[in-house]
């Protein structure tokens, strides 16, 4: 189940395994992957066998991560990694690699004194029982660090190969309730514009992508927003911007307008409580008057989508109901007066009570009679209203998800008795596995009503060994604010307004905290809006150059996006400077819609339409021009017309497995047959010619097909087609012939009208 995508090589083979762990569901399958990987699931067993790699976990749900955990301190993996990673997973690789596979094991565990965050599971971390206390790895050097972007790391064959992600800020300076995330990853750190747009230039360059997705928890508190928007979108053909807040889109209402003009047509809007008290209860900070304030502003755009992100507690009251059936019958008439084919989407989670958060004190609500009546209500508002209703998780998969997370209890081997059972989660949790681990939980006496009941900071949470800079007693404040629906102000400030510190414990640093207070967020002004929906526009309707070229073999298999970025690469290679000009690679020709699934796996010839920053196109061709004859690819610039004065392409079938001439027939024969194409056979000097009849010439598909031998070996045969552009090969694709399917890749020459 587990193997290296790069070298086929199986998980037993590795010398350590490094687990991202990024939500809760996912530690249900693990014991599965360990187990039909051939690895023993528990770290005692494969320590005592001394076979199998190591296998530490990490990730963003590391924190809530206690259901690996099993008695007598053993575990599912052999170390945990609590916090960020930075830097601190490369002192761990690297340190591993050097030691001896005997070695390994023990240098593992000699690394938690010096690597923050790091928990071994092998007995030596206990002292009379007991956990030695852990620190959260916080890395504060994140805005300091200019080489901390990582442009480096694998490119895969996927439909994600030619987009790229720019993390621009860690941590989250808001104190959200419900929010794992915003809690765990504290204090909220920026890394500066010059930096990111450095990184930039080097992502795109490095990774050959034309979308940049811009990262962080809301990436319109980062102060520099206005210019890395700008500055992105110079860079890379397409910049998406991920989540944000809607308190900093009412704070500066020019950001809504501005985001339209960079080309966003749907924001996502987590709005979260569904009335006032419920946002107090969350603590958004997001008084009803900012969210009309944000909606009018939109629709007043020309936007096609809006979807709202709420959270359900389980504690909603009938005023909560009608205050969010209020809300909703306003936005309807802003919606009529504004923009009417806007399409709104209403989705709802059930809030899972995660550690580390000031929820983390709340009852766990496990009764299904109680939370349908929530549900329902909820939906019958939202379709009243005449708009669309989602449920994010249905009810079994959210309470096996809040045991999980909260649970203090040794786990593990109920987990993996689960697994082991055939409950699994993909996508969706299988039916059964809830009840599954409920009633196994409940025989171990590990749901009592301490546990399922409302806490204090004396309650024994999972992970108490570990110190985490925000303080409990400070987080059980914030709940019994809460439960009153008292809302403090968050400490990061913004234009026209000093923040104070809240004294959570997150900022050890006076700068940090400094940065804090004093931050401020600018807004784009009128001419700054105009300038960068003249630049998107400008993008969108320049003319592209289109080049000749040639895919190299090994990229037979690839898909288009990957191909796009290997011809972006190859560029960027063959012409140095051209990253600030060149935005997109795309195949407008074999690799286009028109001729999709029409051909076998290729690769050779072909046209790609090159998409340039405005501006820069006669700079561009010159250095192209200048740089093409030393370039292996073949590259020739042609007119934009070329494609349409093609006479053909010439294909060689090569099979992938010794092939007979006698099957390639077979093969041929076949062909003509799905393309209902008659031809008469005939032979001359080992070659096997299909002369196509007069009516099926007329069809001016296939012109030549000839089944010779290979140059290189006259045992075996190649098929050869000369093709119109109107050619269909696809039947070649899924061919058998006998028991055996027939395997081939087409190298593909272009055929011009001299």
Not at 16 to 22: E, G, T
Not at 264 to 290: C, D, N, Q, W
Not at 320 to 338: G, N, P
Request: charged letters at 20%; hydrophobic letters at 40%; proline letters at 5%.
């Amino acid at each position: 189940m587990l193997y290296g995508t790069r070298s086929g090589l199986p998980a037993s083979g590795f010398d350590l395994l490094l687990i991202s762990n990024s939500y809760a569901m996912e530690l249900l399958n693990l014991p599965f992957l360990l187990k039909e990987s051939g690895l023993p699931v528990f770290s005692k067993e494969r320590a005592a066998l001394g076979a199998g790699p190591l296998v530490v976990m990490g990730g963003s749900n590391a924190l809530a991560a206690q259901a690996v955990l099993g008695p007598d301190g053993d575990a599912l993996v052999d170390a945990l990694f609590f916090g960020e990673g930075e830097r601190a997973v490369t002192r761990l690789v690297q340190a591993l690699s050097q030691a001896g596979p005997d070695e390994r094991r023990a240098c593992l565990r000699s690394l938690m004194p010096s690597i923050e965050g790091l928990l071994v599971f092998d007995g030596f971390n206990q002292v009379d029982g007991a956990i030695k206390q852990i620190r959260k790895s916080v890395y504060r050097a994140y805005s300091t660090d200019t080489a901390l972007m990582c442009t480096d790391y694998p490119l895969f064959d996927s439909e994600e190969s030619s987009t790229a992600r720019l993390q621009i800020a860690a941590g989250c300076p808001s104190f959200c309730t419900f929010c794992f995330e915003g809690w765990e990853r504290k204090p909220y750190r920026e890394v500066p514009y010059e930096t990111l747009m450095e990184s930039a230039r080097r992502l795109k360059h490095d990774t050959g992508a034309e979308t940049l997705e811009v990262i962080g928890f809301n990436f319109n508190t980062h102060q520099n927003i206005v210019q890395l928007i700008s500055g992105l979108n110079k860079v890379f053909a397409r910049v998406n911007l991920m989540s944000q807040r809607i308190d900093i889109l009412a704070d500066h209402p020019t950001l809504v307008r501005y985001e339209v003009a960079s080309g966003k047509r749907s924001f996502t809007l987590g709005v979260e409580g569904i009335s006032t008290r419920m946002r107090a209860y969350y603590h958004k900070e997001l008084p009803e008057t900012k969210i009309m304030q944000v909606l009018a502003l939109l629709l007043k755009e020309r936007i096609r989508e809006i979807k709202f992100f709420y959270i359900l507690s389980g504690e909603e009251t009938e005023g909560d109901f009608a205050a969010f059936f209020r809300f909703l019958k306003a936005l309807e008439i802003l919606r009529k007066q504004t923009n009417t084919g806007v399409r709104l989407l209403f989705s709802f989670g059930l809030l899972v009570r995660m550690p580390f958060t000031p929820m983390r004190f709340a009852p766990l609500l496990l009764g299904q009679g109680h939370w349908k009546e929530v549900i329902e209500s909820a939906k019958r508002a939202v379709e009243m209203a005449g708009y669309e209703f989602r449920l994010a998780q249905d009810f079994p998969e959210y309470c096996f998800s809040q045991v999980l997370v909260m649970t203090p209890y040794p786990i593990a081997r109920i987990l993996a008795e689960v697994s082991a059972k055939g409950f699994l989660y993909d996508q969706k949790l299988d039916s059964g596995a809830w009840e599954a681990l409920r009633q196994s939980m409940e025989r171990m006496g590990y749901l009592p009503a301490d546990f399922v009941g409302e806490k204090n900071p004396e309650y024994p949470f999972a992970f108490g060994f570990l110190d985490s800079p925000e303080s409990l007693a400070f987080q059980y404040q914030r709940y019994l604010d809460a439960k009153t629906a008292v809302e403090t102000p968050s400490c990061m400030g913004d234009i026209g307004r000093t923040g104070t510190c809240s004294v959570c414990g997150a900022c050890v640093l006076p700068d940090e905290r400094k940065f804090l207070t004093q931050h401020a967020i600018a807004s784009p002004g009128m001419a700054e809006t105009t300038a960068l929906e003249s630049l998107i526009n400008a993008k969108a309707t320049v003319k592209p150059i289109f080049i000749r070229l040639s895919v190299p073999k090994e990229l037979t298999a690839s898909g288009p996006e990957y191909r796009s970025a290997w011809v972006m690469r190859s560029l960027f290679a063959l012409v140095p400077g051209c990253e600030t000009m060149l935005l997109s690679a795309r195949d407008a020709l074999l690799g286009s819609s028109v001729w999709k699934d029409r051909l076998v796996p290729w690769y050779g010839e072909t046209v790609y339409a090159l998409g340039l920053l405005p501006g820069t196109r006669d700079t561009f061709l010159t250095m192209l021009s200048s740089c093409a004859a030393s370039s292996t690819l073949g590259i020739t610039v042609v007119s934009a017309d070329f494609i349409d004065s093609l006479a053909g392409i010439d294909i060689i079938i090569q099979p992938q497995t010794a092939t007979s001439t006698s099957r390639l027939e077979q093969a041929a024969a076949t062909l003509l047959s799905a393309r209902s194409l008659q031809a008469t056979l005939t032979r001359s000097s080992g070659v096997a010619k299909y002369v196509l009849s007069p009516k099926s010439k007329a069809k001016r598909e296939l012109e030549l097909v000839e089944v010779r031998p290979d140059d290189q070996d006259k045992t075996q045969g190649l098929l050869y087609i000369q093709a119109s552009m109107k050619a269909d090969i696809s039947s070649l694709r899924t061919l058998k012939i006998g028991q055996t399917l027939f395997e081939a890749i087409a190298r593909i020459t272009l055929r011009a009208i001299l």
